[in-house]
């Protein structure tokens, strides 16, 4: 017997396979957000919904703008024009690590594990409103004792949920490639975010390592956070998103669960070169 | 040879005046550059805003003793701080390197113009601002004490130096081990995975900058206290440097590295100042190699090879760990 795949495609009952298509319950909406390096147009997205509790694909061939977008979105860069509402809350003008304690946390393409750092610290930093993160109250540890000892024991569940424990004391630069990955995704976790947003959190990942960090995207959603994601890795994107969106010089060009993607036109289009199937046809030029 | 003198002069640099006000100076810098990761190359301005806020708080605007307190070691560290700080912090580590050490000469050229010397006295500096310190002396101004090692002034000095410098190596480490220590940290590793996790990063470097800064005034004011003046020679870049020395010798981010390497590097410097003098005085340097008035030089030399020794055989300093420099490298 297998299990039944964990899937939230129903939030997209009546959703139109469109780009920028209105979803049901959206927790983040962009508006003709676009972000222009000198003369290159790296960004210009007319609309695009993030529909609450599922897990979506931002895919795209190199180039198509996705991370520049997806730092836009976490106010890690701010657009030229445009505007974001996470949850209501107009990004413009926000500072990104107020984002982060509305409740929108990302991770980094390049891993940021603080590698002098314990494991255990990397994972503590993450707890939000901590008392002791004022310097006049860090002079005195009993205001924040009993907070620490609550976020260490977090801390603690997290890292074994990701098989991290045996690595708790060390510091987070002994950790390999995809344990990095791992903790980035655990410490995110300490935000208790509603919203996890991932920059390629496959790339550098051994094979053996995938299927779990696969499962604990899942885990993400079925604990009812809402997942964005940027990837290459086609497997991933087909095994674990409900929805895919997907980027090719800067705009959306396709959007739908991820069976409808593959067999897109303007999808095909954009991975292997326009016309690649049609007769060329010199005379044009 | 007088082993006596040179045992003796050795110690006094290594618990002395200068070993006080580099340590304060060098835990600031540690503060910075060692928890923070920030660039700072003009802590020597953060001890002249000790040195000169004490000083023209009493001589310029005749306020009295304990409102020039106030201003060397909180309101000149702290507007200093903001000055340096605000354009700075919120760009590369390089841009607050430049800005600090472009600000501390520019408060030494200034504070020695003639223009000036109403307000600082210009190169002569200020004098005989610390009278009430000295009136709560408890200890005869005639007689030596500490095994003889240092006059009735010096010795109070010296004493309320060590007890600030306990309260400063007290602070570090209690808010080391906090979660503030904690954000520091996690900001001198990489400053946009501290944003990712909801701290503000700016804010953060503000206050660290400001704490290391008021730890610098510290200093500063230790220094114009123990010879009752503040002049600009006072404050040229070579303290900065100093204070780095002190810092990279015993150990950026360890609590008692600045302490260990301040204590070292004066006692080497009196202890190489004494033994080569007698080694010239009683002939057993030729005046060919080396005369009396060289030895100035040569200690300096001396220390700079010891810091290239060091910087080879353990560059993470005296109390440093290598696990955590080989980190670095991955």
């Known amino acids: ?285 | 040879m007088d082993w006596g003198a040179i045992i003796q002069n050795s110690f006094r640099g290594f618990i002395g005046e200068p070993f006080i006000y580099f340590s304060l100076a060098a835990m600031g810098l540690n503060m910075h550059y060692g928890y923070t990761g920030l660039l700072n190359f003009g802590q020597a301005v953060f001890m002249a805003a000790g040195a000169y806020g004490l000083s023209m708080a009493v001589v310029t605007l005749g306020l009295n003793f304990w409102w020039g307190l106030l201003l060397g070691i909180v309101v000149f560290p702290l507007l200093l701080a903001l000055i340096m700080g605000v354009p700075t912090l919120r760009l590369r580590a390089d841009y607050l390197a430049i800005v600090t050490i472009a600000a501390s000469e520019m408060f030494r050229i200034i504070a020695r113009s003639p223009s000036l010397d109403r307000w600082t006295g210009s190169s002569d500096g200020l004098t005989a601002f610390a009278n009430t310190f000295y009136d709560f002396n408890p200890f005869d101004k005639q007689k030596r004490y500490f095994f003889g090692l240092f006059i009735g002034n010096q010795m109070w000095v010296v004493l309320i130096g060590w007890i600030v410098l306990s309260i400063v190596v007290l602070i570090v480490w209690m808010t080391m081990r906090s979660p503030w220590g904690r954000v520091l940290r996690a900001i001198r590793e990489d400053e946009d995975a501290a944003r990712s996790l909801g701290k503000n990063a700016y804010w953060f470097k503000m206050q660290s900058l400001m704490i290391g800064g008021m730890f610098g005034a510290l200093g500063g004011m230790f220094r114009a206290i123990g010879t009752q003046s503040a002049q600009p020679q006072n404050f040229i870049t070579d303290v900065t440097f100093f204070a780095w020395v002190a810092l990279i010798l015993g150990g950026a981010a360890k609590v008692g590295g600045p302490i260990a390497g301040a204590a070292i590097l004066y006692g080497i410097l009196n202890f190489t100042d004494v033994f080569l003098r007698q080694l010239v005085e009683n002939g057993y340097v030729p005046e060919s190699v080396m005369d009396g008035t060289q030895v100035g030089q040569v200690r300096f030399m001396l220390i700079g090879l010891g810091l290239i020794l060091l910087a080879i055989y353990r560059p993470q300093g005296i109390f440093g760990t290598k696990e955590e420099m080989a980190l670095d490298d991955r």
Request: proline share 4%; glycine share 10%; aromatic share 6%.
């Open chain 1, 1 to 285: 017997m297998t299990a039944e795949p964990s899937t939230a495609q129903h939030l997209f009952d009546g959703v139109p396979f469109e780009p920028g298509a209105a979803k049901n319950d959206p927790i983040l909406v962009a508006d003709g957000v676009r972000r222009a390096f000198g003369g290159l147009v790296a960004v210009d997205v007319d609309h695009l919904e993030v529909q609450r509790g599922a897990i979506t694909a931002l895919i795209g061939p190199n180039g198509a703008g996705k991370t520049t977008f997806f730092n836009l979105l976490t106010n890690f860069d701010e657009p030229d024009t445009g505007s974001r509402l996470f949850e209501g809350n107009d990004l413009a003008g926000v500072s990104a690590y107020k984002v982060a304690n509305l409740g929108m946390v990302r991770t980094f393409q390049l891993t940021k594990s603080l590698s002098k750092m314990t494991v255990i610290d990397n994972m503590c930093l993450g707890g939000t409103g901590q008392t002791g993160e004022s310097f006049f109250k860090a002079l005195f540890p009993f205001l924040w004792r009993r907070q620490e000892a609550e976020i260490t024991e977090r801390a603690d569940a997290l890292l074994e949920r990701f098989k991290l424990s045996h690595m708790r004391d060390e510091f987070a630069g002994t950790l390999s490639g995809g344990q990095r990955k791992l903790l980035e995704m655990a410490r995110a976790l300490m935000v208790k975010p509603n919203m996890v947003m991932l920059d390629e959190p496959m790339a550098g990942v051994n094979p053996a390592l995938k299927q779990s960090l696969l499962d604990h995207v899942k885990g993400l959603r079925d604990e009812g956070m809402t997942v964005l994601f940027v990837e290459h890795d086609m497997d991933m994107v087909q095994e674990i998103s409900d929805w895919v969106v997907v980027m090719a010089e800067g705009r959306i060009i396709a959007e739908g669960p991820p069976e409808s993607i593959a067999s897109n036109q303007a999808v095909i289009d954009a991975y292997l070169g326009a016309h690649h199937d049609s007769a060329l046809d010199l005379e044009a030029d």
